[in-house]
């Protein structure tokens, strides 16, 4: 330990010091000026290794607290976030909720060193502050430039800092007032100093659609661009393929092919047909799969992208793929009437779903027809608006409607649970600004392709595992008892009977149960996080949600690394009997596609909060009708019922009387009205405040003359 470790704990350990802040303690230290960088570095590990901490109002003090714990700070839009520490000698911690007020200046990412300030119980998590930032994660950042008395400033997107940034010299980029940039953090903000920052890159004025996608591309660091070499290896192979080279593959070009996809989906991973014999009744799902493994060299430039990448990324107005559109909306996507290479799966069924044989083959197809999942519906449904097709592929549509309504019972009757959580599908005017949104549905057009990927992706998986060979699975890990109690704790305070939370079938019937009431958000979402997350990894575990024993991804090679990675040791097998793949390039594929998944999601659900707020921000003072979705000591969030989209509903805007939280029945009650918010109750609001920064919005309860008149009358 240094001079200065050892002069900073003399000071802090005698009886007559009193906590202060670090400039002070710096200068009575004699280490102001020029050594204050130094005194600062050996500040910072005597936090870390928990000799001395620094409480609420940023003074140094002696440790009297527990040693620290060190994870990753992940942020929430509405300020603070959690850590989930690192396992201490192999024991794992739960998540620490980490307030606002004691983020001390942490980004989204970064490494840091946390106490704990209150302990969790089945109904809160634990709590706890960050006593020092250990690693950045980031140094780039994007913000809004504005200037005051000729210095200029970035009030920085989100949450995470309080305070805006100084800017050096903005002139270099001719950015204006109003404008959205990039800049390096060049000193973070503490609490002696204002952060500082250079701008890199001006995006346009704030606002503007396609300047706020892409000040959500610079927040996540997304790669937009593809390399040189990438764009130049695409070409090669495009330029390579001919429609009339079937590669010594199975011929399925006279087959009854079809694909299912979104009304606006351009590539096209997967393609399906079902036969049906009638004097056994037994059934045959073909599950053919773009075979980019035939274009996509191991090692090669577009590998190497692909692998980087891990999955494409689904933004609002704008797609950003894993590979340049020559490979993933032409040679590999599975177009109507075009010739394209596949892997194909074929199962076949006994009467009652049950498999019986399942093979494998590299094969090529011409899609027949292409349904979007709107018309697929229309059709089953027998409506106007059913697209007129061929008898036979009118017929082989019943059929895949009857084998996946098999396979989905079986499904369910081994204990698969269905979380209902409807992504939000915005709709835009010619300009790119968001004209409404909507959720999406799972009907049973969705639920057919559903089914049968899944039945492909098991039957791959039972394959590769019976090979004995190691493999990138899909895993869900079994839930925590502990989270598994709370969650039954909950649904309990809403009227639920519930034994044994344990058990996958009471689970199931609380999410039917559910399913049409108003609370029907709060519980499948309270489920969820009662839940792990599911994960690529090559540890032998099975998938919890699906009550599935063997589970990976190979259905959608085109948008996501992984099922690429189980196409490569499919078609090895074929070819060579063997199917090995290096356990330690598993391992590191396992958390570095999963960690890209996250990434991707994250962003999206970004970029879907900050246009449907700007959609909300010309809606101020009008009224809504709400679900309640979280209750809080100071308040309640409600999700508008018409639209996808939550706001703040903050206590002291409850001013008709004083409110009392009960966390186990998840309410704020009023003490003398006794008005009840609860979890799940419908309320109306009215929209107050949106506040693009922050990406928050603020509403009003919106209290009826008739509710005024049930008032006691004062006395």
Same mark, same amino acid.
């Given at each position: ?7 900073i ?51 140094i003090?002696?440790?009297?607290a ?15 976030? &959690? ?5 201490v ?30 302990? %969790? ?19 780039? &950042? ?5 200037e ?9 997107? %989100? ?5 805006? *940034?100084?800017i ?26 204002r ?6 890159e001006?995006? %346009?004025?704030?606002?503007?659609p ?10 996540y ?20 393929f ?32 079902v ?12 599950v +053919? ?23 494409s ?7 950003i ?39 494998? #083959? ?21 409506t ?26 079986r ?11 409807? #992504?939000?599908?915005l709709?835009?005017?010619k300009?790119?600004?968001v ?8 009907d049973?057009?969705?639920?057919? *392709? ?28 079994d ?6 109690k709370? &969650? ?18 009471t ?16 519980? +499948? ?12 990894s090559?540890?032998e ?12 991804h190979?259905?959608?090679? *085109?948008?996501?690394?992984p099922d ?10 074929k ?7 290096d ?17 991707a999601?994250?962003a ?10 700007e ?6 003072g ?7 979705? %979280?209750?809080a ?17 903050h206590?002291?805007?409850?001013n ?7 966390? #186990?029945? +998840? ?12 979890l ?22 919106? *209290?009826?003359m008739?509710?005024q ?7």
């Amino acid at each position: 330990m240094g001079r200065i470790h050892d002069k900073i704990l003399h000071a802090v350990n005698q009886q007559s010091y009193q906590p202060m802040k670090a400039r002070i303690l710096a200068r009575r230290l004699g280490l102001a000026g020029g050594a204050y960088g130094e005194f600062r570095t050996a500040l910072n590990d005597l936090v870390q290794q928990g000799r001395i901490e620094i409480n609420n109002s940023q003074a140094i003090r002696k440790s009297g607290a527990k040693p620290s714990l060190k994870g990753t700070y992940r942020t929430m839009s509405s300020g603070g976030g &959690f850590v989930k520490p690192s396992p201490v000698d192999g024991v794992a911690s739960p998540e620490i909720r980490i307030f606002p007020e004691n983020s001390n200046n942490a980004a989204n990412g970064d490494l840091v060193a946390i106490q704990i300030l209150r302990r %969790g119980n089945a109904d809160r998590p634990p709590t706890g502050q960050i006593i020092s930032v250990m690693e950045r994660k980031s140094h780039q &950042f994007v913000g809004t430039y504005w200037e005051k008395a000729g210095e200029g400033f970035v009030k920085v997107d %989100g949450a995470v800092f309080s305070q805006s *940034i100084v800017i050096g010299d903005p002139t270099t980029k001719n950015v204006k007032p109003g404008d959205k940039v990039v800049f390096d953090m060049i000193r973070f903000p503490s609490p002696e100093e204002r952060g500082e920052g250079v701008i890199t890159e001006l995006l %346009g004025p704030q606002g503007d659609p396609g300047v706020e996608t892409l000040a959500i591309i610079r927040s996540y660091n997304l790669p937009d661009v593809f390399p040189p070499d990438v764009l130049d290896e695409a070409h090669h192979v495009a330029e390579n393929f001919s429609e009339q080279d079937f590669d010594g593959r199975v011929d399925y070009t006279k087959h009854t092919v079809v694909t299912v996809d979104p009304i606006d989906a351009k590539d096209f991973d997967d393609a399906v047909q079902v036969e049906l014999d009638p004097a056994s009744g037994h059934w045959t799902l073909w599950v +053919h799969i773009a075979d980019v493994a035939h274009f996509v060299k191991q090692g090669g430039a577009l590998d190497r992208e692909a692998r980087s990448r891990a999955t494409s990324i689904y933004l609002p107005g704008k797609v950003i793929p894993m590979f340049p559109e020559t490979i993933s909306n032409h040679l590999a996507s599975l177009q109507q009437d075009k010739v394209r290479y596949v892997q194909t799966v074929i199962i076949d069924f006994d009467p009652k779903g049950r498999k019986t044989t399942v093979s494998f #083959e590299r094969g090529v197809i011409k899609v027949k027809k292409r349904f979007h999942y709107e018309q697929l519906m229309a059709f089953l449904d027998k409506t106007p608006e059913a697209p007129e097709v061929p008898a036979d592929i009118g017929a082989m549509l019943e059929r895949m409607k009857a084998l996946a309504i098999i396979l989905r019972g079986r499904r369910f009757h081994r204990g698969s649970l269905e979380l209902d959580m409807p #992504e939000a599908k915005l709709e835009f005017d010619k300009d790119g600004r968001v004209s409404g949104a909507h959720n999406s549905v799972n009907d049973l057009s969705h639920q057919i *392709i559903e089914e049968f990927m899944l039945a492909a992706n098991e039957a791959v998986a039972e394959q590769l595992h019976n090979l004995g060979v190691k493999f990138l699975r899909r895993i869900h890990p079994d839930p925590e008892p502990s989270k598994q109690k709370a &969650f039954a704790a909950f649904v309990r305070t809403l009227g639920y009977q519930i034994d044994n939370p344990e058990d996958r079938f009471t689970l199931q019937r609380i999410l039917s149960e559910s399913a049409r009431k108003p609370e029907k958000h709060a519980v +499948h979402y309270a489920m969820l996080r009662s839940l792990k997350q599911a994960i690529y990894s090559e540890k032998e575990e099975g998938h919890y949600a699906l009550a599935s024993t063997y589970y990976c991804h190979f259905t959608s090679p *085109i948008r996501r690394y992984p099922d690429l990675t189980i196409h490569r040791q499919l078609t090895r097998w074929k070819r060579t009997g063997k199917a090995s793949y290096d356990e330690t390039e598993l391992m590191f594929l396992g958390e570095h596609c999963s960690g890209m998944e996250r990434r991707a999601a994250l962003a999206e659900r970004d970029l879907i909060k900050v246009k449907l707020l700007e959609f909300m921000s010309k809606q101020l003072g009008e009224h809504k009708m709400a679900i309640i979705t %979280g209750v809080a000591e100071y308040g309640f969030f409600a999700q508008i019922v018409d639209l996808p989209v939550e706001g703040m509903v903050h206590i002291t805007t409850l001013n008709d009387d004083n409110y009392m939280f009960d966390a #186990e029945s +998840h309410s704020l009650t009023g003490l003398k009205f006794k008005r009840r918010y609860r979890l799940g109750d419908k309320v109306e609001v009215e929209i107050a405040k949106v506040d693009m920064a922050k990406k928050q919005m603020d509403l009003r309860p919106v *209290i009826s003359m008739e509710e005024q008149k049930k008032k006691p009358t004062r006395k």
